[in-house]
T-cell receptor, first 112, second 117 residues
């Protein structure tokens, strides 16, 4: 069945460092891909999404490109801030799908 | 974006008792609600999907008699953990999806942490 694998955390970075959180997926057809973020004490929020190959989703300085050839959707940000400290979830929704499949989440700590 | 609330945010109960968790969509009508369970350092696992006014669809391996889901209105769904045991201790998250203005995006509640003693 469909699945999502993302890098284990926690990831600890200094402010202004470059961030990459790896995410790969297994799915038939052409799934839609998502990154969600969960700030402490809050619900998951959609950060960005891409619905077809080579699409780039972007929001708040974060970017991820839908790479079908490598079945990946890595999250990147050029310069992280302390306020980016959160748990990040990679997710997919299969073709014609109804359910969202989540990765295990990666916790990011950004130090001042 | 749209707001989904959960109540309570945390609950501690004795083994054998039942616990009800509420999920509300505050500013949109949720035709579909999803209930997830999250274990420490693990992914969200979908437990069940409910559409307003109809019975919930449970994922394989989820006991429908233990986890009772009611979606009585377009803004409220409840999850009742019946005869709770320590192994039911977990973080429960609901998600709601509307039609029209809210589109097909899922909006998530902040979660409820259940601890069964």
């Amino acid at each position: 069945g469909d699945s999502v694998t993302q890098m284990e955390g926690p990831v600890t970075l200094s402010e202004e460092a470059f961030l990459t959180i790896n995410c790969t997926y297994t799915a038939t057809g052409y799934p839609s891909l998502f990154w969600y973020v969960q700030y402490p004490g809050e619900g998951l929020q959609l950060l960005l999404k891409a619905t077809k190959a080579d699409d780039k989703g972007s929001n708040k300085g974060f970017e991820a490109t839908y790479r079908k050839e490598t079945t990946s959707f890595h999250l990147e940000k050029g310069s992280v801030q302390v306020s980016d400290s959160a748990v990040y979830f990679c997710a997919l929704k299969g073709t014609g799908g109804f359910k969202t499949i989540f990765g295990a989440g990666t916790r990011l700590f950004v130090k001042a | 974006g749209a707001v989904v609330s959960q109540h309570p945010s945390w609950v501690i109960c004795k083994s054998g008792t039942s616990v009800k968790i509420e999920c509300r969509s505050l500013d949109f009508q949720a035709t579909t609600m999803f209930w997830y369970r999250q274990f420490p350092k693990q992914s969200l696992m979908l437990m069940a999907t409910s559409n307003e006014g109809s019975k919930a669809t449970y994922e394989q391996g989820v006991e429908k008699d233990k986890f009772l889901i009611n979606h009585a209105s377009l803004t409220l769904s409840t999850l009742t953990v019946t005869s709770a045991h320590p192994e039911d201790s977990s973080f429960y998250i609901c998600s709601a999806r509307g039609d029209g203005g809210a589109g097909n995006e899922q909006f998530f509640g902040p979660g409820t942490r259940l601890t069964v003693l």
